[in-house]
């Protein structure tokens, strides 16, 4: 049996380590030891989730999952949905362990399978009535922001029914990113284990990009260009208005698909606006961070 | 003229249409695939109405519209009944639209270069989309008269760019001309004999 050492922090800035893991040949079964585990973001969970499938498919065994030791990290899984949805996924002995928790106001999206258009229904209703608040006091946006961040989860989720040709999971959650940024932000996190944006869009622009035509460039046709599969006009826009919307909020937009990252970076952050060689792994992975709004920024 | 006698009127709810698509539970016009399903209602609804009709499209239930949504049921189906070989004479007023539904109509509307008319209060409407100046001008002109028969536009409109712009706001169905009586009435016009 095979031990993954899940990082002490699984966030958007690890959970590449857990994909160059899973990425292997390797069809050995599968440990996921989060033994160590004392911080999980939303792209922690649902990326922890995509490795645990793709483990699944290569082996087909579940894997295991050693719970966090420490049980606040567990209780807070647990809230944002993490078990429920890793049911399936996972063996079932090693969620057992886990308290059952009623669910409590403190989430803002819990971690939610998009498998059908109903699903994003549910998702932009239930952030509808939670997301007020949080954007308004906590985040200090205007009232008309809720409508806006629901249009731009169900824009993100829709990449994966429009596109991805396979079920995804999405999480959004409120943090106090104190030593990071100073300021409270709001995470958005969608992955699904699909064909990517290079699968996606082959068929069509493959040809005209010939040798070239890679995950890079299939990134940056619709990141940057606003291509898509579909010959109509119209399409295309989704990812291009999540940009414009975050962009407006002094946010960050990631994409991950294959063995390549593209980002929108906001002055706060320091990295650079393309990442490739990455582990290669299924599907795309999208994250946004939203700050909080401060005067001198408007 | 009565209106009634020119055009048919025709209101339509999207909210209660996303009510009867028994798979959407909620006052959502989110995702594509709702969307499609919104304007195929919608386009079932109007081949039941005779033609030439003027349909009033209500938005005013809804809470969120994505963009995906804009697209498949303001722009496609104004671009359908915009293109010649549409399916029916229909021409339309987009009514409820909530500060928050405007940036993805725009967005669309501009995205297709295509207008719309929107109602933003009773007898008040305005123009959406992306248009130039002169058929900003010629738009207004005709809203605020009601109707104007050609030869009056023509002394008031002598440029090649305004006859081009009332040219362009007619295939674009904004202004409806009268072939009877040989005039432009503004669509406005015909919502005042809604509220008649």
Redesign the interface.
């Known amino acids: 049996m095979r031990k993954i050492l899940l990082p002490k922090v699984l966030d958007f800035q690890t959970y590449d380590v857990v994909f160059s893991e899973v990425s292997g040949e390797s069809t050995e079964s599968v440990v996921f030891d989060g033994m160590n585990l004392n911080w999980i973001d939303p792209n922690g969970m649902v990326n922890l989730l995509a490795a645990g499938s793709v483990i699944l498919d290569k082996t087909d065994q579940t894997p295991s999952l050693i719970l966090p030791k420490g049980q606040e990290v567990t209780s807070y899984m647990e809230r944002m949905g993490f078990f429920q949805a890793a049911k399936g996924i996972f063996s079932t002995e090693s969620l057992d362990e886990v308290k059952q928790e009623s669910a409590t106001s403190d989430v803002l999206l819990e971690v939610t399978q998009i498998m059908q258009n109903s699903d994003i229904h549910k998702v932009v209703d239930k952030v509808q009535g939670r997301a007020g608040a949080i954007l308004t006091n906590t985040l200090g946006y205007a009232p008309n922001a809720v409508v806006q961040f629901s249009v731009v989860l169900s824009e993100v989720c829709q990449n994966i029914i429009e596109h991805a040709e396979s079920a995804g999971w999405v999480a959004a959650q409120t943090y106090n990113w104190s030593h990071r940024l100073g300021r409270l932000v709001v995470v958005i996190s969608v992955t699904d284990l699909g064909v990517g944006f290079r699968g996606s869009l082959s068929r069509e622009y493959s040809n005209r990009f010939g040798k070239e035509w890679n995950d890079t460039k299939a990134l940056e046709a619709v990141f940057v260009h606003g291509l898509t599969r579909f010959p109509d006009m119209g399409r295309g826009q989704g990812i291009q208005q999540i940009r414009k919307q975050v962009r407006k909020w002094n946010g960050m937009v990631s994409v991950r698909s294959g063995t390549s990252r593209i980002i929108d970076v906001p002055h706060w952050f320091e990295s650079s606006s393309l990442q490739e060689g990455l582990a290669n792994f299924p599907g795309t992975q999208i994250n946004i961070v939203v700050p909080k709004r401060i005067q001198h920024e408007l | 003229m009565s209106s009634e006698k020119v055009i048919n009127h025709f209101s339509i709810d999207v909210g209660m249409i996303l009510k009867d698509l028994n798979?959407?539970?909620?006052p959502?016009l989110?995702?594509?695939?709702?969307g499609r399903d919104v304007r195929n209602a919608i386009e079932v609804k109007l081949s039941a109405i005779r033609s030439p009709a003027l349909s009033v499209i209500d938005f005013s239930a809804i809470?969120?519209?994505?963009?995906?949504c804009a697209?498949e049921v303001v722009?496609?189906l104004l671009a359908r009944f915009i293109c010649t070989d549409r399916p029916q004479e229909a021409f339309f007023v987009l009514k409820g639209l909530?500060?928050?539904h405007l940036?993805?109509v725009v967005?669309?509307l501009e995205?297709?270069k295509i207008l719309a008319v929107t109602e933003n209060g009773p007898g008040l409407l305005g123009l959406l989309g992306s248009f130039s100046s002169e058929e900003g001008k010629v738009w207004e002109f005709i809203e605020a008269k009601r109707s104007a028969t050609k030869d009056e536009l023509n002394t008031v409109f002598m440029e090649k760019e305004d006859q081009a712009a009332l040219r362009h706001l007619t295939d674009q169905r904004v202004v409806f001309y009268e072939t009877s009586g040989n005039r432009y009435r503004s669509l406005g016009s015909v919502m005042d004999g809604l509220l008649n």
Request: hydrophobic share 30%; net charge negative.
């Open positions: 798979s959407i539970p909620n959502h989110v995702t594509r695939t709702t809470e969120v519209m994505d963009f995906s697209d722009a496609r909530l500060p928050s940036e993805p967005e669309v995205r297709q």
